[in-house]
């Protein structure tokens, strides 16, 4: 069993950074692949960008491309998420999300453990 805990959400002007956090329990989670997603209101839930258990980085959404980078310590159980130039589109709640086996990145049934989201508002 994994539990994930977001952090690290708020409110910020546009053109402003965040760096989320997201700390896991468990022994295992060194391999585990890593995601964030994020659901903006009256939207589904969109993959943003997601780090394998190596350190891999696969990005999902092209409106963040650039401007997030994600990165994992195993030492520390945490994934990161930091943004930079956040505009009001990046407004949503942001979700961390693990998997063992993860084959379809963007598939949020490909995950098995989910944090319960970190608000993120960007004021224009």
């Known amino acids: 069993q994994v539990q994930l805990v977001e952090s690290g959400g708020g409110l910020v002007q546009a053109g402003g950074s965040l760096r989320l956090s997201c700390a896991a329990s468990?022994?295992?989670?060194?391999?585990?692949?890593m995601g964030w997603f994020r659901q903006a209101p009256g939207k589904e839930r969109e993959a943003v960008v997601v780090?394998?258990?190596?350190?891999?980085?696969?990005y999902l959404s092209d409106s963040v491309k650039g401007r997030v980078t994600i990165s994992r310590d195993n030492a520390k159980n945490t994934v990161y998420l930091q943004m930079n130039r956040l505009n009001a589109e990046d407004t949503a709640v942001y979700y961390c999300?693990?998997?063992?086996?993860?084959?379809?990145?963007?598939?949020?049934?490909?995950?098995?453990?989910w944090g319960q989201g970190t608000q993120v508002t960007v004021s224009s």
């Open positions: 999300a693990a998997g063992p086996t993860v084959v379809e990145f963007s598939n949020v049934r490909s995950y098995d453990y």
């Open positions: 468990g022994r295992t989670f060194s391999r585990y692949t």
């Open positions: 780090i394998s258990w190596s350190g891999i980085t696969t």
